[in-house]
């Protein structure tokens, strides 16, 4: 079946720091979308990328499709304390979600 | 707009007791979602609704586990017997059903401990 494997499965940075995280699809994907749960949460929505090779910002987050659309990326430019938490990338396929194991951010001030 | 409600927030139980889990979805949204999620295995669809019928049940682990969704606002989880290893925190996500996918809106989730 359909599997969505993202790494790293954890990052420690200092604060101030970039981090980046990947999310790669075994099957070519409609679109992909972005959640962030932080500690203790649920799952929120960031963002849903839908073309090939489409890039959206939002604020310190860059978000890339692959142009091949099995792969996504993450990345966050100078890690603040607010970011901590895990972040999915879920595939859709057949109506449904395909939620990757998750990354967690861990931001030292 | 309340978002996804979810309740019990916290349930404690003993091994081979039932358990029920509720969800309202986001009124207006046709398609509901089960998530149950661990350390060991993730976020995991567990079964999704589209207009209150089930579409896919290929997640539930086993016949101890049913869902049901008897209108647009109400959907149940039921766990009969529970087992210690159904520990889990067990979201529920509502969204408008398109082709494109829309993003899923999740409730507070239910931690559940059977004991």
């Known amino acids: 079946g359909q599997q969505v494997m993202q790494i790293p499965q954890y990052q420690h940075v200092q604060e101030g720091e970039d981090f980046t995280t990947y999310c790669n699809s075994s099957t070519t994907l409609s679109n992909i979308q972005w959640y962030k749960q932080r500690p203790g949460g649920h799952p929120v929505f960031l963002i849903q990328l839908v073309k090939s090779g489409e890039v959206k910002k939002q604020k310190r987050l860059t978000f890339q499709f692959g142009e091949a659309k099995k792969n996504s990326s993450l990345h966050i430019t100078a890690t603040q304390t607010t970011d901590v938490g895990t972040y999915f990338c879920a595939g859709s396929g057949y109506n449904k979600l395909i939620f990757g194991a998750g990354t967690r951010l861990a931001v030292h001030p | 707009d309340a978002g996804v409600i979810q309740s019990p927030r916290h349930e404690v139980t003993e091994m081979g007791q039932e358990v029920t889990l509720r969800c309202k979805p986001i009124s207006g949204h046709n398609s509901l979602f089960w998530y149950r999620q661990t350390m060991m295995r993730g976020l995991e669809l567990l079964i999704y609704?589209?207009?209150?019928?089930?579409?896919?049940d290929s997640g539930m682990p086993e016949d101890r586990f049913s869902a049901k969704m008897p209108n647009a606002s109400f959907s149940t989880l039921k766990i009969q017997p529970s087992e210690p290893r159904d520990s889990a925190v067990y979201f529920c996500?509502?969204?408008?059903?398109?082709?494109?996918?829309?993003?899923?809106?999740f409730g507070p989730g239910t931690r559940l401990t059977v004991l």
């Open positions: 609704f589209n207009n209150n019928v089930p579409i896919d």
């Open positions: 996500a509502s969204t408008s059903y398109s082709m494109g996918g829309n993003e899923q809106f």
